[in-house]
């Protein structure tokens, strides 16, 4: 029979191995520095150039709002006297024009649909890098308050 601190020892340095071996075994992130391939089609040529909501992209200038849509006030928020603001990640390409909007934080949900909706329509000058447009991601707030 094995002394107990023998017993300790292996069993200590086996539960060490078999950690050890699951922590090699996970992925290694990805700082940056490998860009993930897309697949090569004729539809997503335009969509080869537009950034991931989380992807950075450097610019010397941030797009800003030329027109704002008209926001309609949703009718249960007015008779429930609701009042809120919604933050909105909204993706301007190129050439200025809104392509894909998300809820980046909301005081009240029955808010979120009609500020989308006045994302999607409004017109926005693009981003520029060093003097080129850009396609990036930026926040738009909207504020609703009853009068």
């Known amino acids: 029979m094995l002394p107990r601190k023998s017993i300790y020892l292996i069993f200590s340095l086996v ?5 050890g071996e699951s922590l090699y075994s996970q992925a290694i992130p990805n700082f940056g520095t490998d860009k993930p391939k897309k697949a090569a089609t004729k539809d997503s040529k335009s969509d080869e150039e537009l950034p991931g909501i989380d992807e950075f992209v450097p610019v010397d200038q941030q797009p800003t709002i030329v ?3 008209p ?18 990640k909204v993706l301007i390409d190129k050439e200025g024009k809104p392509r894909q909007v998300h ?12 500020a989308k909706e006045s994302a ?17 991601w930026v926040i738009v707030p909207y504020q609703f308050k009853l009068k």
Not at 15 to 19: E, K, M, Q, R, T
Not at 71 to 88: K, M, N
Not at 103 to 114: Q, R
């Open 67 to 69: 027109k704002r849509a």
């Open 103 to 114: 809820v980046f934080k909301s005081d009240a949900e029955v808010f979120n649909e009609a």
């Open 120 to 136: 999607m329509k409004s017109t926005y000058s693009p981003a520029t890098n060093d003097g080129n447009p850009v396609a990036c």
């Open 15 to 19: 539960v060490l191995f078999l950690l």
């Open 71 to 88: 926001v309609s006030y949703p009718e249960l928020a007015r008779t429930a006297r609701i009042e809120g603001t919604v933050y909105l």
